[in-house]
Antibody, heavy 117, light 108 residues
Framework: EVQLVESGGDLVQPGGSLRLSCAASAFTFSSYAMGWVRQAPGKGLEWVSGIGQSGGTTYYADSVKGRFTISRDNSKNTLHLQMNSLRAEDTAIYYC??????????WGQGTLVTVSS | DIQMTQSPSSLSASVGDRVTITCRASQSISTYLNWYQQKPGKAPKLLVYAASNLQSGVPSRFSGSGSGTDFTLTISSLQREDFATYYCQQSYDTLMYTFGQGTKLEIK
């Protein structure tokens, strides 16, 4: 069965950095675009970033542009999100999601990022 | 960026009711519109894609319609397990698939 497992969430101080990972299994990872979606406590879903199958094309929400970098390692079936210059408003559960034909059909369970001093 | 606006933000209904949630896009998105259901503490679940296509395994009481800027998700006869938060999502913008603000469906 398709599985996406996020890791790397933690408590970090404002201005700090964190790298999230999403390990994929049971599908041909390199054939799918992927995305990161976050959800602040008690709030709605926010699409953060997307990446094409090869990793050659990347997209970012304005709220994270210039601070976050999405990448993928197709040899290791892993998606990453490098988060720099973290702010309190980045506090959220971060989900990775598989993209197939303009929709996200599989999601991970999420990893919690807390930005606080 | 394409903005998505859902209405209502919250809704109270009873088991057996017919419920409709509306989503409006800030520009035409053809039928690049998806609907998700999220329950507390869980990841979102895809219900409807491309405006009107039911994801595999989703009960037939769920249906979607619309094109251009106006879309609806309808639940024909609410079941207890349907009480959750629902989100629309546009997938017209390449890999920048923004969501509506959500509609919380509660038991009356």
């Amino acid at each position: 069965e398709v599985q996406l497992v996020e890791s790397g969430g933690d408590l970090v101080q404002p201005g700090g950095s964190l790298r999230l990972s999403c390990a994929a299994s049971a599908f041909t990872f390199s054939s799918y675009a992927m995305g990161w979606v976050r959800q602040a406590p008690g709030k709605g879903l926010e699409w953060v970033s997307g990446i094409g199958q090869s990793g050659g094309t990347t997209y970012y929400a304005d709220s994270v542009k210039g601070r976050f970098t999405i990448s993928r390692d197709n040899s290791k079936n892993t998606l990453h999100l490098q988060m720099n210059s973290l702010r309190a408003e980045d506090t959220a559960i971060y989900y990775c999601a598989r993209v197939i034909t303009y929709r996200s059909d599989y999601w991970g369970q999420g990893t919690l990022v807390t930005v606080s001093s | 960026d394409i903005q998505m606006t859902q209405s209502p933000s919250s809704l109270s209904a009873s088991v057996g009711d017919r419920v409709t949630i509306t989503c409006r896009a800030s520009q035409s998105i053809s039928t690049y519109l998806n609907w998700y259901q999220q329950k507390p503490g869980k990841a979102p679940k895809l219900l409807v894609y491309a405006a009107s296509n039911l994801q595999s395994g989703v009960p037939s009481r769920f249906s979607g319609s619309g094109s251009g800027t106006d879309f609806t998700l309808t639940i024909s006869s609410l079941q207890r397990e349907d009480f959750a938060t629902y989100y629309c999502q546009q997938s017209y913008d390449t890999l920048m698939y923004t969501f509506g603000q959500g509609t919380k469906l509660e038991i009356k």
